[in-house]
């Protein structure tokens, strides 16, 4: 909490005098005038207003600082951070998934056995909302110059699933299964244009892994690519949920690539 701020006030401040005390009541229609005792019991027997001045010296106002952001208070502890998001999307049952929230488990392993992340600088998001993804990867990335390395993993639909009134569909048109896409638990999409419009804002070296679910294709094998963007990273994984392929050995050479270019900086 900061200190009380006094203000000086160095003249007199009048008190207004043009309401006297018997305001002319002619024009006034009797229902409204006011009761005799309407204010009694609050004001002073004498006047109803006076026109003595209020000498006013000093006025002290306490302003209250903000809490502290507790992400930005852990990125100032941490030279890296990493952000595991999760969706089996449990809500909605005839969508559901079985293994977006495990894969993404397996992920934080592998931080946590072999690229030295502890439980202290991994933040884990299960089933958020757009509102809850958008309000931490603008906290973390706007908090970038802070940090020497980002880790992003996300687990759960990508592009080709729509919500509307009758229930949930494919969406028309040619899919591409390996947009960069995050599907949140309210269904209101993280589209790849806004999504790598906050990734490319990051100013450490970041690596995001979309590990993707396509909707309505039970029979997708593994497909994956990547894209670089100066110091930005981001790996596109898709396959059906039925399949689940182990895909800890493709993450685990990804992430040593990450790590090997954070040594050459």
């Not at 900061?2 to 007199?12: A, C, H, K, Q």
């Not at 000093?58 to 507790?70: A, G, K, V, Y």
């Not at 209101?188 to 909707?215: A, F, R, W």
Request: aromatic share 6%; with cysteine; glycine share 4%.
């Amino acid at each position: 909490m900061s200190e009380p701020i006094t203000i000086e006030i160095n003249e007199f401040l009048p008190v207004d005098s043009s309401i006297v005390e018997n305001p002319p009541t002619e024009n006034l229609p009797s229902e409204n005038l006011p009761s005799e005792n309407l204010y009694s019991e609050n004001l002073p027997s004498e006047n109803f207003i006076t026109t003595e001045t209020n000498n006013i010296s000093s006025i002290t106002i306490e302003i209250n600082d903000p809490l502290p952001n507790p992400i930005i208070e852990l990125i100032k502890q941490h030279s890296k951070i990493a952000l595991l998001i999760g969706l089996n999307y449990v809500d909605s049952p005839e969508i559901t998934l079985n293994n977006r929230i495990q894969s993404m488990n397996n992920a934080k392993q592998i931080l946590l056995n072999m690229y030295g992340f502890t439980e202290d600088n991994i933040l884990v998001l299960i089933e958020p909302t757009r509102e809850k993804v958008l309000t931490t990867l603008n906290t973390i990335i706007g908090s970038s110059n802070l940090l020497n390395e980002i880790i992003i993993y996300y687990s759960g639909y990508g592009n080709g699933i729509m919500k509307t009134d009758l229930g949930f569909c494919a969406e028309p048109g040619i899919i591409d299964n390996l947009a960069k896409q995050i599907m949140p638990a309210d269904f209101v999409e993280i589209g790849q244009h806004e999504l790598m419009y906050m990734l490319n804002q990051s100013s450490c070296k970041t690596v995001c892994i979309m590990d993707m679910c396509p909707y309505g294709n039970e029979e997708m094998l593994l497909k994956w690519g990547a894209d670089v963007n100066n110091n930005v990273k981001v790996i596109t994984l898709c396959e059906s949920d039925s399949h689940n392929t182990n895909k800890n050995q493709l993450i685990q050479s990804m992430l040593m690539e990450h790590s090997s270019a954070l040594l050459t900086l």
